[in-house]
């Protein structure tokens, strides 16, 4: 917020100064009395119409006091004020952003934690920002601190973790309903670090790694079961097909050795195994 000095001062030491020299020049004859009058109001019309021309630039507006009070206000470009009546005071309307230094907070499980966010926030009111607010940038600075300790200390600390972006709308829903009346508009609020303590680290490292355990113990017992089921019906299939267990039983003994020539294989007729299973079935049935 930039306000322009009052010139009126320089300029009725100008004037004094002016008379002094048209004195001089009157009594030496170089110029009259009706001239020099002449002169001196024309000076004095350029001073006030060249001297109170301003720049609004883009992003900014004009708040104009005349005397003292408001009256209106500037939209960017060439304005002119009248000097020694009026004051500007240009605002700018551009973002701002704001850092909120780490914060010493408690949550509401009773854990110390360091927290810092950034602010986000424009002036939506010029004449507001000027009027209502004398330091709107502090202003928001401090008054987002203070919203932040107590929606901080609210919450526990799981769901500070893991709800990040919910807690962040939350206090800037609490602050843009203060500093409505101030003419700012906060577009964004963003949490961004989140310090824990050194015990409290190790004891989430642990936490989490025993998670990691449990879940790869489920995922492994997960596969033996499936394969289980997969052998079950293996081995069912190959019971009810004849020859079947004997083709199996040659691959397995083929696998044992890659070196054929210290393989022995006694070979059994399959009709002596199903004589024998046929016998148990029936001693089994007596």
Do not use: C
Not at 70 to 76: D, G, H, K, L, V
Not at 140 to 163: N, P, W
């Amino acid at each position: 917020m930039e306000t322009k000095s009052n010139p009126l001062g320089g300029i009725i030491g100008f004037l004094i100064l002016w008379s002094i020299l048209g004195y001089f020049f009157m009594q030496g004859g170089i110029i009259s009395g009706a001239n020099f009058a002449l002169l001196t109001i024309l000076v004095i019309f350029l001073i006030f119409l060249f001297g109170g021309l301003r720049i609004v630039n883009q992003y900014e507006r004009g708040v104009i006091l005349t005397l003292g009070k408001y009256t209106s206000t500037r939209i960017p470009g060439l304005t002119w004020i009248f000097i020694g009546i009026q004051t500007l005071i240009k605002v700018d309307m551009r973002i701002r952003t704001i850092d909120i230094p780490q914060q010493e907070v408690i949550t509401k499980d009773n854990v110390p934690v360091g927290i810092n966010a950034v602010v986000y926030f424009a002036v939506d009111s010029a004449e507001k920002a000027v009027l209502n607010i004398q330091n709107y940038t502090l202003a928001v600075s401090q008054y987002a601190q203070a919203v932040l300790r107590d929606v901080i200390g609210g919450i526990e600390l799981d769901s500070l973790l893991s709800e990040r972006e919910r807690i962040a709308e939350e206090i800037q829903k609490v602050v843009v309903q203060a500093t409505q009346p101030w003419g700012i508009l906060v577009t964004d609020i963003k949490i961004q670090d989140i310090e824990l303590p050194a015990d409290m680290k190790r004891v989430m490292a642990k936490q989490a790694e025993s998670e990691r355990e449990r879940r790869a113990i489920i995922i492994r017992a997960e596969g033996e079961y499936q394969a289980s089921e997969k052998l079950s019906e293996a081995a069912r299939i190959l019971a009810s097909t004849p020859g079947g267990i004997s083709m199996r039983t040659l691959q397995t003994i083929e696998k044992i050795n890659p070196d054929p020539s210290k393989t022995v294989i006694f070979a059994l007729p399959v009709e002596v195994l199903e004589g024998i299973k046929a016998l148990s079935e029936h001693l089994k049935n007596k």
